[in-house]
């Protein structure tokens, strides 16, 4: 009934930008946390940035003065905008988010995402 959906991927060049979008829609009351998580070939995934509810934030150190995560509550929207992109970026970026259903509480959801390719 919850569906998280991306877009913004693509391939840019070393030092470009990019913004990444995930919409979250189907039965929800609310939302906590969303995230964005990325996975690198033959590496594990691991977290880029988090933002809770009330708008607090953290950022995987590699990134924090690069990155910047927002979110939309009306939208049910977060978002990730990608300055000073390095090739190091590249990997298969993730958006998760823990929803609240009226009848199930919170789960946790995630999309199916979207490539980033930094180019040299």
């Known amino acids: 009934q919850v569906q998280l959906v991306e877009s913004g991927g693509g391939l840019v060049q070393a030092g470009g930008s990019l913004r990444l979008s995930c919409v979250a829609s189907?039965?929800?009351?609310?939302?906590?946390?969303m995230a964005w998580y990325r996975q690198a070939p033959g590496k594990q995934r691991e977290l880029v940035a988090a933002?809770?509810?009330?708008?607090?934030?953290n950022y995987l150190e590699s990134v924090e003065d690069r990155f910047t995560i927002s979110r939309d509550n009306v939208k049910n929207t977060v978002y990730l905008q990608m300055n000073s992109l390095k090739p190091e970026d590249t990997a298969d970026y993730y958006c998760?988010?823990?929803?609240?259903?009226?009848?199930?509480?919170?789960?946790?959801?995630w999309g199916q995402g979207t490539q980033v390719t930094v180019s040299s």
């Open positions: 189907g039965s929800i009351f609310s939302i906590n946390a």
């Open positions: 933002i809770t509810s009330g708008g607090k934030t």
């Open positions: 998760n988010a823990a929803v609240v259903s009226p009848t199930i509480g919170s789960r946790r959801y």
